[in-house]
């Protein structure tokens, strides 16, 4: 609707997340050194995990496009390797 205001709040969800034992203790003993709620702990790790797995896909796509084009890389700096021979 024009002129109407929409607010873009997202939906939060909640989830049953099973800890056992040692993970258990060592989460309630983060949350109260670092003074947060559980639920904010949990967040902020899964978020730091999944940034993680994004950059660990971009450096094997990377690594992945570099090797595609090792042979035209080589091409290239063949062609142009009287060009840096000039500026020695």
């Known amino acids: 609707m024009p002129g109407s ?3 873009k709040v997202s939906a939060s969800r909640k ?3 099973d ?3 040692a993970l258990y203790e060592e989460t309630q003993k983060a949350v109260q050194e670092l003074s947060i709620k ?3 702990l949990i967040r902020k ?9 994004a950059r660990r896909k971009l450096a094997r796509e990377l690594v992945e496009g570099y090797r595609a084009n090792a042979a035209l890389n080589r091409e290239v700096s063949e ?3 009287h060009v840096d021979a000039d500026n020695l």
Do not use: C, K, Q, T
């Open 5 to 7: 205001a929409v607010s």
């Open 38 to 40: 559980r639920s904010v």
């Open 79 to 81: 062609d142009f390797v």
């Open 19 to 21: 800890f056992r034992g």
């Open 45 to 53: 790790a899964i978020s730091e995990y999944l940034h993680r797995m």
């Open 15 to 17: 989830i049953i997340v």
